[in-house]
């Protein structure tokens, strides 16, 4: 990263000693997402008044760019599996000709039985984790995601946190290219 304040941003690009590299903090809505009220910031959507929800965790729409997109003046491969349930352990690799940093994205869902179960909306995915790697080219990164019975609750209908039994997934991303996704059984 660049640590000398008089040296012009240009210059750490073109050394490629300015590693950039950046993943979407908001959902980016496509443009029918104009004719919904924009004072009504309720969350989950409404099918009976065909309101699409909001943010990555309920918006039913096609965003023209999702939450954590991510764009990158390298390439990366990601492997994921299963370690001691529900751990996730990753490698991520810089397939790339250039060093460069890759954000890795943990999200958790309920499964569709347990959705089906529930008396309330569920997010459709919600970020639990993440981690930022920075990795030379040709070079692999390992770890763990620790996952937590607190990871995998959800909000009930009076705002309080429970465990629900059931199937659950986790999915990781890196914003860009296939997801590795997890059925897990609490």
């Given at each position: ?11 750490y690009l073109y050394t ?6 950046s ?11 104009d004719?919904v009220?924009?004072?009504n910031?309720?969350?989950p959507?409404?099918?009976a ?5 909001r ?18 003046y390298t390439t ?10 529900p751990?996730?352990a990753c490698?991520?690799?810089?397939t ?5 940093d890759?954000v890795v994205?943990?999200y958790?869902?309920a499964?569709?039985?347990?959705r ?10 919600q ?12 070079q692999?990164?390992?770890?763990l ?11 009930n ?5 429970v ?21 897990v059984?609490?």
């Open positions: 990263t660049h640590t000398h304040t008089n040296t012009p941003p240009f210059y490629n000693s300015w590693f950039h590299s993943q979407l903090p908001v959902t980016i809505y496509n443009a029918s997402f004719n009220d924009m004072y910031f309720r969350m959507p409404d099918p008044s065909s309101y699409p929800g943010t990555y965790r309920y918006y039913t729409g096609n965003p023209t760019f999702e939450f954590g997109t991510g764009l990158s990366f491969s990601m492997r994921c599996t299963l370690n001691v349930s751990n996730i490698d991520v690799t810089n790339g000709p250039r060093a460069g890759e994205m943990l958790h869902s499964g569709s039985t347990l089906a179960k529930l008396t309330h909306p569920a997010p459709i995915k970020l639990i984790n993440f981690f930022r790697v920075h990795l030379l080219p040709g692999t990164e390992h770890f995601f620790p996952v937590s019975d607190n990871d995998l609750m959800l909000v209908e009076s705002g309080v946190k465990l629900y039994h059931g199937d659950h997934v986790l999915r990781v991303s890196r914003g860009v290219g296939p997801d590795s996704v997890f059925n059984t609490v």
